[in-house]
């Protein structure tokens, strides 16, 4: 980040390497699993099912709020060829691990008691891949349309030379309401992000997805300081009113400043290390200058708004100009010393995960997986297979066995 910007930057595009060219799988390359995190009714999992049939690969299925689990299996056990393990994740599930620093109370507060087990599904995701010895996975948000087998086949190639690779959500645009306000009066690019994510999960530096907002952006932060991250090509992603809740705002704006400064960051020092990089995000006055930079961003794109009164409708109007008041005054609560505390507990967790993860058992049956993850609901089941659960297992004296 210059010291003479004054706007946050409208893309990121440059600390993404190019991902266009062909890069079909070698033979015995494929993916090990799709994984979805899902909240939705289970009628929204059928493209992703439909998907996973048609390529051959089982899902894991994370079910949670909207997502029923009996459902779920009804619809993977009527899809012809598609197989899963379907998961139910307890309200409030945590790994068998020690809670994260970056899960604290100082940061949950700076985040308005921001709700979300996405965070939690999908390191639980990580988990159980490393626990069964897998090699590549994708993560595919249930909310994820236009996903096409061509996609996953590039995408999973290039997972023979880079820990991840991605694709971008730009219809309907995966951004943060003051992102969405941006784009309403001035350009906005799309950037990457774990709804579509592919994963090698066998890299040593693995990282972890921490519960804040933009946890994505987090979890391959060292790939895109280094501009490792491949993007595939673009999905689009359902529709939703990012005006709908200004809390909507109160609940992203810590993370939107602190993934957004952390980037400004790399950008700022392209070649350099990533532990060089990640200094200059150890510095208060860094967060100082940063802040200021959001703010003014936030001020500009309000009075780019209410300029543009005339061409926005009128019942959004007051809706978006009170999201983005909300986004600056959560802003300004975000001080400089708790910038740098995060990204330090960020850096803690990193650390221990990856001992944990150093430490772990692996090429576990997925009884034994389940298990160790505390795991006690789940159902395994496939078009014209027999259904399995934990129950079965238990009833059969399987379990443990």
């Not at 993977?76 to 998961?87: E, F, G, P």
């Not at 992102?179 to 972890?208: I, K, M, N, T």
């Not at 993007?231 to 005006?243: D, H, M, S, T």
Request: glycine share 6%; hydrophobic share 40%; aromatic share 8%.
């Amino acid at each position: 980040m210059s010291r003479r910007s004054r706007q946050i930057r409208s893309s990121h595009a440059g600390l993404l390497c190019d991902g266009s060219a062909p890069a079909g799988p070698a033979a015995g390359t494929k993916l090990d699993a799709i994984v979805v995190p899902a909240a939705r009714r289970a009628a929204e999992l059928q493209p992703v099912i439909t998907l996973a049939a048609d390529q051959r690969v089982p899902l894991v299925i994370l079910c949670s709020r909207e997502a029923l689990l009996d459902k779920v299996v009804e619809r993977v056990k009527s899809t012809l060829y598609a197989q899963a393990l379907v998961i139910q994740v307890p309200e409030d599930y945590r790994p068998p691990c020690p809670a994260p620093k970056t899960s604290a109370r100082k940061f949950l507060e700076a985040s308005a008691d921001r709700s979300s087990d996405l965070s939690a599904k999908r390191n639980l995701g990580l988990l159980y891949g490393r626990l069964r010895g897998w090699n590549k996975i994708l993560f595919v948000d249930d909310d994820i349309r236009g996903l096409k087998s061509t996609d996953v086949d590039r995408l999973t190639g290039y997972l023979d030379r880079h820990p991840v690779a991605s694709m971008a959500s730009r219809e309907f645009p995966d951004n943060s309401v003051v992102c969405h306000a941006r784009g309403l009066v001035a350009p906005q690019d799309v950037f990457v992000s774990g709804a579509v994510l592919g994963v090698d999960l066998q890299r040593p530096e693995l990282s972890f997805f921490a519960d804040i907002y933009n946890e994505d952006w987090f979890f391959f932060a060292r790939y895109a300081a280094r501009r490792a991250i491949p993007k595939i090509g673009e999905v689009r992603q359902l529709a939703y009113n990012p005006f709908a809740d200004p809390q909507r705002a109160a609940r992203e704006e810590f993370g939107d400043l602190l993934a957004e400064g952390l980037y400004a960051a790399f950008e700022s020092q392209p070649g350099m290390p990533f532990e060089e990089q990640l200094r200059i995000a150890m510095e208060p006055t860094y967060w100082d200058r940063f802040k200021g930079i959001r703010l003014k961003t936030i001020e500009d794109t309000l009075e780019a708004v209410r300029r543009a009164k005339a061409s926005i409708d009128e019942k959004e109007f007051p809706r978006i100009v009170t999201s983005l008041e909300t986004a600056r005054t959560w802003a300004h609560r975000s001080s400089s010393s708790l910038c740098v505390e995060f990204i330090q507990s960020w850096q803690e967790d990193e650390e221990l995960w990856q001992k944990m993860l150093g430490n772990l058992p692996s090429r576990q049956r997925k009884e034994d997986a389940l298990s160790q993850l505390r795991l006690t609901n789940w159902v395994s089941c496939g078009y014209g297979l027999p259904t399995e659960s934990q129950a079965d297992l238990a009833s059969a004296g399987a379990v443990g066995q």
